[in-house]
């Protein structure tokens, strides 16, 4: 199998983004060093710095201290500031799409995507911090008024993932700018020429330098601790495994370090008899095959009512057979390379895992020879409970497809997990969608819509899918404690 290669035009549009980049190098990595490849060629496009601990908390230092001036800027200073973030974020679009195609591998035109996505929390928290929220009441027992307002809550530790690089940095970054707080960020050592990008353009916006202090380390558990052990710092905003998650709130517990986590998702998706054929599909290939199925909240197991299902999975296959692999910056592909080559072994043994447990291969569910960490979309239907990726988080583009009788029966089957991120539903029936989402035991649920996320909506999970919501007015709320004040006064003369 041959696979779309870029243009040489747009390789070198792709090379010249990624010379501009802060501190860019490409030697190979010495001993406090370590290499970002790209996932399309497995070839080395940077070389970075592996902080130390003691590193960080220098950053630490320079970020505490210009957060207390920040905090004392007016909101219209904030605001100002953040529309002009946007408006630069914007105006390098094309740039900041390439650093992500090439170091993380999604295709380009979904890169685009992101970029707007990313901005997008940067403009609406530009908007939200203007509408403060806050009290003024009486007494109930007479003699004093009581007043509340929210105020920065301080220095906050924002560690992102690969899978969207700029978008996890900016939903968390912008809250915090726009409550008044200041950040050190740890990027994934696997995208951190994204997280470097955009804070540049954010300092050129406006922004301090200070406010903002990026540590790129591979020492992760060592950085984690030392940050989280400093008094200075007060807010952790975690997106990735749950397993880490839970060592870092364990970590933040010990100076009480208020934490937000967005943590790992196994959501299900569930296909009714009476949804529209066509609108399904296409929601669930939107729900898959987002970021190559990269995604917390990606369709991860499929559940298709028995009078649909053979129909469903027959036009699924079909179109996911039409999908185009290759290079992530090559024109036409619509499915670009997994992050590393672990993640495309897991996906090839679930998928033999699979088929060894009766499940039927529909298309896809190899790996194409050469460089670069390809794996063709696939589709595997009547996947049995047995079979490990019914009870994994694939992270890939597999359509794991099971079938069901009746509501009662799919209900149980997808809160039957841990996890409780996302959930999708597709009918045309009002009454079953409402009763239904009631029912699943999610932070968010897509109703006949494959992409449900929002800067205007409340994002995070229940259950060990985290705690905390990032956008919408929760997400700026992450970033403030409540203040009351108790006014005493005089009775009338």
């Not at 220095?155 to 690089?165: D, E, H, K, R």
């Not at 955009?198 to 916006?205: G, I, K």
């Not at 601790?225 to 495994?241: M, Q």
């Not at 197991?301 to 649909?308: A, E, K, L, M, S």
Request: aromatic residues 6%.
């Amino acid at each position: 199998m041959t696979l779309p290669q870029p243009s040489a035009e747009r390789l070198a549009a792709s090379d010249e983004a990624l010379r501009s980049l802060p501190g860019h190098s490409n030697h190979e990595p010495g001993a406090e060093e370590f290499a970002v490849l790209d996932p399309s060629t497995e070839e080395r496009i940077a070389t970075l710095k592996s902080m130390s601990p003691e590193e960080a908390i220098t950053e630490v230092a320079i970020a505490d201290e210009a957060g207390r001036a920040w905090a004392k800027t007016t909101p219209r200073h904030r605001s100002d500031t953040l529309h002009n973030a946007y408006t630069l974020l914007i105006a390098n679009k094309e740039k900041l799409a390439f650093v992500i195609s090439r170091e993380m591998g999604k295709t380009f035109a979904e890169a685009q995507g992101e970029v707007q996505y990313a901005a997008d929390y940067v403009r609406w928290y530009a908007e939200e911090l203007l509408r403060p929220a806050g009290g003024y009441r009486e007494n109930p027992v007479g003699g004093s008024t009581i007043l509340t307002k929210r105020v920065p809550i301080g220095l906050s530790l924002l560690i992102a993932p690969w899978n969207f690089p700029m978008a996890m940095i900016t939903r968390k970054i912008a809250p915090a700018i726009a409550a008044g707080c200041a950040s050190v960020i740890k990027p994934a050592g696997l995208t951190p020429l994204t997280t470097l990008l955009t804070v540049e353009l954010l300092a050129e916006a406006g922004v301090p330098k200070e406010l903002m202090r990026v540590v790129t380390t591979t020492h992760s558990s060592a950085f984690s601790e030392a940050v989280l052990a400093d008094p200075r710092v007060r807010k952790i905003s975690f997106t990735g495994s749950t397993s880490v998650g839970s060592t870092l709130m364990g970590l933040a517990a010990k100076n009480i370090v208020k934490s937000s986590m967005e943590l790992g998702g196994n959501a299900p998706l569930i296909v009714f008899d009476d949804a529209d054929l066509e609108r399904a599909v296409e929601g669930t290939m939107l729900a898959k095959l987002r970021n190559g199925g990269q995604s917390c909240i990606a369709a991860n197991r499929i559940y298709v009512q028995d009078g649909i299902a053979d129909a469903f999975v027959e036009a699924l296959s079909e179109k996911m057979a039409q999908v185009v692999l290759g290079n992530s910056i090559a024109k036409g592909v619509g499915l670009g390379p997994a992050i590393n080559r672990a993640a495309v072994n897991k996906f090839q043994h679930l998928v033999d895992d699979a088929v060894a447990h009766g499940a039927e291969l529909r298309t896809g569910g190899r790996t194409p020879e050469g460089a670069g960490y390809f794996f063709e979309g696939t589709v595997l239907d009547r996947v049995p409970a047995g079979a490990k990726i019914a009870n994994t988080e694939i992270f890939g583009p597999i359509a794991a497809i099971s079938r069901f009788s009746t509501q009662e029966e799919v209900l149980q089957r997808a809160n039957d997990t841990p996890f409780g991120l996302a959930s999708y539903v597709f009918t045309e029936n009002l009454d079953r969608a409402l009763n239904v989402a009631d029912a699943l035991e999610t932070g968010l649920v897509g109703i006949n819509n494959g992409v449900p996320s929002n800067p205007a909506a409340p994002f995070g999970g229940m259950k060990q899918s985290g705690l905390g919501r990032e956008g919408s007015h929760e997400g700026l709320e992450e970033y403030q404690e409540v203040r009351y004040y108790n006014i005493a006064r005089r009775e009338s003369l």
